[in-house]
Structure formats: structure tokens, C-alpha cells
């Protein structure tokens, strides 16, 4: 193993800093608790209910400890895929890097000797998640702290290969016309730099580029494929891509040809009409939170499989790995990039935390978008109206024109919070090409009415929307239900009650041609702040018997168990 650890480092391909690692959680980084992990590994995975819970969810501090070796003297570079939520690094003892917000890669460029067992040690400070939601980094689940995702080495060469993308556009007689671009950066004296690569067994030929030293500049070639496998749900054809800067840097990863675009109100893959159905999604597994190993990522798939989802949803972005595992199972993302606020409210009213999210979009643009699942950048959750005063409105249309120009091949979204929908366009939609509709009609409001009054209100509120917005695609991209089996059977909260309202929402939107899809609000049950008991619902039905601290919406318990929901929607979907 140690072999193979030397000779991925040898060749600048990232290694995994794998194998054990000590985590020690308080305010100190060593002491009587130390634990032996593999990462990634979340300090407070366990027991998010109750008076433990709480205390959990407040956050802590995490320290965790590795000791590693490289072959060779010379720079390198520790790669850190998430941690939440303030990031303190030390190697040797030296000061390296701080870094605040989960779900964003960040790196730690140092010098190491080959004759010496270097000491990596990160403080992961997770305490008082009510600041950080203030301070613009709003969760929609649980406080989970620490390393969340995997951490990697790899040596530091002249230059680096940054952010690849891809955009595939089909011609009359079915071939694809595939663009490819990179950023080059270059840490070396200025100079022409080459690109070499290949897509599948077509070789990638870029032009030389002069790139400053410590700039970047972009690379970008054209090439013709004349028979291509196209990617898509049902037939998810992936192509290896590889790019090199001979004897520097490397990249290498699977990506799929398909082309994504919007005809009026309608969504168009590869040519054909697009209709979503699928459920959100969290990254979050029993006793592991949102630190997911493989077997987390994988039944998570496969219950999106069992319910015959084409797509899903996710308000924070989702680690590369899982996305692989959706890119290979031809299932569609709904991609939040970005802040996350909740409903209706906007946190990021001053120029400097307006400042943080647009770079918080574009690193998790960057990251993720030569993944062919992602079907769309997600600008916001649940916005209300023309948006709040603070700058939200010119901010997503700022976002919006500049995904179009940088990343042409996807959509832009916007998730609008259905009982405060806009009642005329407006700056903040003008550049938007999907819109999502939050629907709870049956269970925050009309909880008592007939499934016949409940379909007409559903179809009445996504008419509203149709009228503001005539020329736009339109997706209901969160609707639901709590659901467990201490409430009767068909009462709010019951699992027949679920069922229930789901079949007449979907049946609904079954009737609504022009309709680009609907998404379950959610896959699985996940945990919440301790504090969270439902929301609204309390005060309609009195008596409820909800978890505080558990979402229940989901078609899935939270260990996984299929309520009698998951088989309407499966039966809606097939």
C-alpha cells in the first residue's frame, strides 16, 4: 500500500491521506478522549435529538492528527475537499492556511523532506451555527463539524490544470460538436505553456498559451465527434477525458456528451422534451452525518433507482464522488451553488458577504462542472418576491449572466417560495432560465381539504406562475409531507396521510402539459436543528407527534426504510 501511495505521488496524481488518523474534540487538541478514525469523519455524527442533541448541535471544536511521509524532497500540495466549518492548518507545527464554509475545496501548498514523518493537524472549529447563518453560511440540516470529505497530497509542480468544462452542441446530421476549455496556472516564470489531452481516443490539440507568472489563463480546443454515445438517464455513456501539461500536471475523469438547453418553456436533452421526477436529496447517513463513506453514496442511489428518479436536488453542493456515482447512474442534478437562506430571507445584505457567495459560487462551479449530471446551477432557496433588500435581486442576475457566459451549456435555476411567488417579473428572474416552486398546498395549508380542492389549489398556484412567466421552463421543486408511524395512519403526519397528499400532487402535475417535472421534497428522513418541530404545521394540527430535530418528509426513514410513500411516487415515476 505504501508502495502504491509513492508511486501515485510520483506521478502528481492525488493520493489519499487515508488510513488512520487521531481526532480529538474540545479546546485543546490533545487529551483523554483521542480516538482513532478514518476520514472523512464528522466529531458529532451521533445522537442529534434531545438534550444530547442540542448540546451537539451548538458545535465544538474537533483537532484531528495525521502523520505522513513523501518520496521525495520538494513542494507539495494537501488538498482538503470540506471542512466544517472554520479550518485552522498546521504541517510541522507551521501556520498554513485558514478557511471557513463546508463543501468547498480549498488547498495548503507547503515544502516537504522525504527523510522525515511529517504532522498534519487541522482544528475544525463548528461552535454557534446561529453566527454562522448570520454570517451568510446558513445549513439546512444538522451542525455536523469536521472533516466532511476526503483530504489529499500530491506533488506541486510549475503549473496546475484548473476547472475543466465541457459544452457538447448536436448538428442536423447527429454529430456533436464538443468544446473543452481548462485553466492553466502558472507558478513558474512567465511562459508559453501547452495542453495536451484526449476525449475518449480523440486527441485534444490546445495552442500554446503565454501565461504570467502567477496568473492563470484559459485553454480551449474544438473537436467533431461523429457518432457519439450520448449521456442521458437510461443511458448514462461516459467518455474518459485527460489533460496534461507534459511532465507537470495532470487531470484525468469520466464525462458524458449531452447537450442541455431551453426552448421557451420547454427543457430540451439531446433534442428530446425533458421532464424531472425525482427527490431531493442530503448528504447525511446514520452515524456518519454528512461525512458519507462509499456504501452511503451508493444506497443513496439506489433508492433514487427505486423510485425511477431521472433527477434530484441539492441545496448545498455535493461532493465529487457522489456526483460520479449519479454521472454513471444517469440521474440529473438540481445543483445549489452558493448561499442557502431559508425561506424567503436573504443574509448576504452587505458588500463583503455579497463578496463571499459569488466566490462561494464560483469554486463550487469550478469544482463540479465537468460532471454531466448536473443539469442546472441552482441560484437560491426559496426567494420571496422581487427579492429582499440588500442587493439579493441584482446578485443572482449578476450570477445568472455570468454562468451563462462562463458555463453556456447548463441552465440557470431559481427556487421561488411558492406562497410568496412573484406577481410580475422582475430583475431578479431575468436571466433565470428554469424556476422551481415550492408547493406544500395539503400540509401547510388546505391540510384538511378533499384531494379534489387540494389538485385545483395546486393547479391554480402553478398556473399563477405560468402567467408571470410564460416563456420560462417550470419545475415544482419542493412539495411534501411528514410522515411516521406515531400519528394514525390517515391523519397529518401519518404515512397513509403521505401517500395520500404525494399521489394527488403527482397526479396533478401528470395533467399539466407544459410542466418541466416535479421533485419530492425529500428522499430520506435527515437530521435538523434539535430546535426545528415541524414549523407551522404545529399550530394547524394540534396534538402532532413529530421528532424535533429529525425532518421526516422523507419517501425513506432515516435508516433507510421505504415508507408507503416511496412506492406511490416509484409507481408515478415508472
Do not use: C
Not at 19 to 30: D, Y
Not at 386 to 394: F, K, L, V
Amino acid at each position: 500500500m505504501l508502495q502504491l501511495l509513492f508511486a501515485l505521488i510520483a506521478a502528481a496524481v492525488p493520493s489519499p491521506l487515508s488510513g488512520p488518523w487521531t481526532v480529538h474534540v474540545g479546546r485543546s487538541a490533545t487529551g483523554a478522549g483521542s480516538r482513532s478514525v478514518e476520514l472523512p469523519y464528522v466529531a458529532n455524527a451521533k445522537g442529534f435529538t434531545g438534550r444530547h442533541g442540542l448540546v451537539s448541535y451548538r458545535g465544538n471544536i474537533a483537532w484531528y492528527r495525521k502523520r505522513f511521509t513523501v518520496p521525495d524532497d520538494g513542494a507539495y500540495v494537501v488538498r482538503f475537499e470540506s471542512v466544517h466549518h472554520r479550518a485552522t492548518v498546521w504541517i510541522d507545527g507551521r501556520l498554513e492556511r485558514h478557511h471557513t464554509g463546508a463543501y468547498l475545496p480549498f488547498e495548503v501548498r507547503t515544502n516537504l523532506k522525504a527523510n522525515k514523518t511529517h504532522t498534519l493537524l487541522v482544528r475544525a472549529d463548528y461552535r454557534d451555527p446561529t453566527a454562522m447563518k448570520h454570517a451568510g453560511w446558513h445549513r439546512s440540516w444538522f451542525n455536523f463539524g469536521g472533516i466532511d470529505r476526503p483530504v489529499t497530497v500530491r506533488p506541486a509542480g510549475p503549473s496546475d490544470i484548473v476547472s475543466p468544462g465541457l459544452r457538447t452542441h448536436l448538428t442536423a446530421d447527429g454529430a456533436a460538436i464538443v468544446d473543452v476549455w481548462a485553466r492553466i496556472h502558472n507558478r513558474a516564470a512567465t511562459r508559453a505553456i501547452t495542453v495536451a489531452g484526449a476525449l475518449g481516443e480523440t486527441p485534444l490539440r490546445f495552442a500554446p498559451v503565454t501565461v504570467p507568472a502567477g496568473h492563470e489563463r484559459t485553454v480551449r480546443t474544438q473537436i467533431r465527434v461523429g457518432d457519439p454515445r450520448l449521456w442521458g438517464p437510461g443511458h448514462p455513456e461516459l467518455y474518459g477525458l485527460s489533460l496534461e501539461v507534459p511532465g507537470e500536471a495532470t487531470w484525468a475523469g469520466r464525462v458524458g456528451l449531452r447537450e442541455i438547453r431551453r426552448e421557451g418553456s420547454k427543457l430540451l436533452l439531446n433534442g428530446a422534451r425533458l421532464v424531472l421526477h425525482g427527490a431531493s436529496i442530503q448528504e447525511d447517513a446514520p452515524g456518519h452525518g454528512d461525512a458519507l463513506t462509499g456504501a452511503d453514496m451508493d444506497r443513496i442511489v439506489a433508492r433514487l433507482q427505486r423510485i425511477h428518479a431521472n433527477a434530484t436536488r441539492s441545496q448545498h453542493p455535493l461532493s465529487p464522488q457522489l456526483l460520479n456515482r449519479l454521472d454513471a447512474a444517469g440521474i440529473l442534478v438540481w445543483q445549489e451553488v452558493g448561499p442557502v437562506d431559508s425561506p424567503g430571507n436573504w443574509e448576504e445584505g452587505t458588500p463583503h458577504k455579497r463578496a463571499v457567495a459569488r466566490r462561494r459560487v464560483r469554486t463550487s462551479v469550478d469544482q463540479l462542472q465537468a460532471h454531466p449530471s448536473i443539469l442546472a446551477w441552482n441560484l437560491g432557496n426559496e426567494v420571496a418576491g422581487q427579492g429582499h433588500s440588500g442587493g439579493q435581486a441584482a446578485f443572482i442576475d449578476g450570477m445568472a449572466r455570468e454562468l451563462h457566459r462562463t458555463d453556456p451549456g447548463r441552465l440557470v435555476a431559481l427556487d421561488i417560495w411558492g406562497t410568496h411567488a412573484p406577481h410580475v417579473p422582475g430583475r431578479m428572474y431575468r436571466h433565470i432560465d428554469v424556476l422551481g416552486l415550492t408547493n406544500y398546498t395539503g400540509w401547510y395549508d388546505h391540510t384538511y381539504a378533499s384531494q379534489a380542492l387540494i389538485a385545483s389549489v395546486i393547479r391554480s398556484n402553478v398556473a399563477a406562475l405560468r402567467r408571470v412567466f410564460p416563456g420560462r421552463a417550470i419545475v415544482v421543486s419542493e412539495f411534501g409531507a411528514e410522515a411516521n408511524g406515531r400519528n394514525a395512519r390517515w391523519r397529518p403526519g401519518g404515512y397513509g396521510f403521505q401517500a395520500r397528499l404525494l399521489a394527488t400532487h403527482l397526479r396533478t402535475y401528470a395533467s399539466i402539459p407544459w410542466l418541466s417535472g416535479e421533485l419530492v421534497w425529500t428522499l430520506n428522513d435527515f437530521a435538523v436543528s434539535p430546535l426545528f418541530l415541524g414549523g407551522s404545521i404545529n399550530g394547524i394540527v394540534p396534538g402532532i407527534h413529530l421528532v424535533r430535530g429529525l425532518n421526516q418528509k422523507g419517501l425513506f426513514t432515516y435508516s433507510g426504510r421505504p415508507k408507503p410513500a416511496a412506492a406511490v411516487v416509484a409507481k408515478a415515476f415508472g
